[in-house]
């Protein structure tokens, strides 16, 4: 259980949950009538919180947050672009969301798991899980009603 580790971890969860906030930034600007803004806006904020926590975190054993996001999340929002421009409307910028929802589940799931994480650090990881989970679960039901009423 190495503080460089910890770091290493937090980090990695740092940067993508800056992707995560980009993207539900990017999506709230281009929805269809503004129907789900306030939700993407909603998801941001508590997203920036969560950024907050994991990288007050990382100060306290000695890290330096990212405070970018990645290239491959950059490209994932001119998808989503692409698939809303083509006719997907609000169906296509959900089905995104709930792809980078996925994504950022798998990368907390892996912190989760991984037995050299310090107690202390471990703690903060599953506390900002809890805002995953609820991301994660209400852009499926979103999606999934959007379709259902399609």
């Known amino acids: 259980m190495t503080t460089n580790h910890d770091v290493s971890k937090l980090d990695d969860l740092i940067v993508t949950t800056i992707d995560s906030v980009r993207g539900y930034e990017h999506s709230a600007k281009h929805a269809d009538a503004g129907r789900f803004v306030q939700f993407f806006e909603d998801m941001a904020d508590e997203r920036r919180r969560v950024i907050d926590a994991l990288s007050a975190k990382s100060r306290e054993l000695g890290g330096t947050p990212a405070e970018y996001g990645s290239t ?68 499926k039901k979103l999606r999934d009603l959007l379709q259902a009423a399609d």
Do not use: N, W
């Open 72 to 139: 491959a999340a950059t490209i994932h929002r001119r998808v989503e672009d692409f698939r809303r421009v083509l006719g997907g409307g609000d169906a296509a910028i959900l089905s995104e969301i709930e792809r980078g929802e996925d994504y950022l589940k798998q990368e907390f799931d892996r912190v989760l798991a991984d037995e050299r994480m310090s107690p202390g650090a471990m703690g903060v990881v599953r506390e900002c899980y809890t805002s995953v989970l609820r991301g994660h679960d209400t852009t």
